[in-house]
Structure formats: C-alpha cells, structure tokens
Nanobody
Framework: QVQLEETGGGLVQAGGSLRLTCAASQPTFSANTMAWFRQAPGKEREFVAAIDRSGRNTHYKHAVWDRFTISKDNAKNTVFLRMNSLTIEDTAVYYC??????????????????????WGQGTQVTVSS
C-alpha cells in the first residue's frame, strides 16, 4: 500500500504563492500518472493538474493553467504544485493522488478521480482577500 503525504498548504493573501509537495512512502513506487485535485466547501472534488511518469507530459484545469505548475522529482518520488497569483476561488483542500498502472499517458484519464488508486489526506489552502 502506497501512502501519499501532502505538505505546504496554509493561509496566503490573494495574489500570493504557495508550493505544495506530495511525497510517496515507497521509494520504488513509480506512478503512471500523479495529480492534484481540490475540494472547496460545499463543492465536488475537481481536477487541478496531472503529470505523467516521465514528467514530460502535463495537463491542467483551464482556470489554473497559466498560474499553476506541476512538476516532479522522480529520484525523490515527489510531486510539486507551484501556485502563483492565488485567488479566493483557489481556497480548498488540495489532494495528491497516484495512478498505479502501465497504461501510459491519457489526458482524458488523468482528469478523472476514478483513475487514481492512492490518495493523500489533503492539505488546506486558504486564500484571503
């Protein structure tokens, strides 16, 4: 069983930046795809960004594509989400997840929560005005 741990959330003013980190517990685990989802109060969980095994392919929710950057360090089995120009609408619990398969990269699959086998507990991001 792979455990994912998110860190880096917190309180930030609108226009500010945060970097979230997701570390996998097993150093030998190589996810097909890793992603970030978020869930705001009273709303459904939504896709934010995904990255493939190699780190060369990424996909973003349209509302964040020019402000957020997903990246990974395969040597450390860690995924990052750099978030710039944060707005109040970005306030949510952010979840890291990993797909355990050999299916290759698929944008359609990457944005679906059902594609992921492992999930972290989430980290709160709160953006104040």
């Amino acid at each position: 069983q792979v455990q994912l741990e998110e860190t880096g959330g917190g309180l930030v003013q609108a226009g500010g930046s945060l970097r979230l980190t997701c570390a996998a517990s097993q150093p030998t685990f190589s996810a097909n795809t890793m992603a970030w989802f978020r869930q705001a109060p009273g709303k459904e969980r939504e896709f934010v960004a995904a990255i493939d095994r190699s780190g060369r392919n990424t996909h973003y929710k349209h509302a964040v594509w020019d402000r957020f950057t997903i990246s990974k360090d395969n040597a450390k089995n860690t995924v990052f989400l750099r978030m710039n120009s944060l707005t109040i609408e970005d306030t949510a619990v952010y979840y890291c997840c990993a797909e355990d398969s050999q299916s290759g990269w698929s944008i359609q699959r990457a944005s679906r929560a059902a594609a992921y086998d492992y999930w972290g507990q989430g980290t709160q991001v709160t953006v104040s005005s």
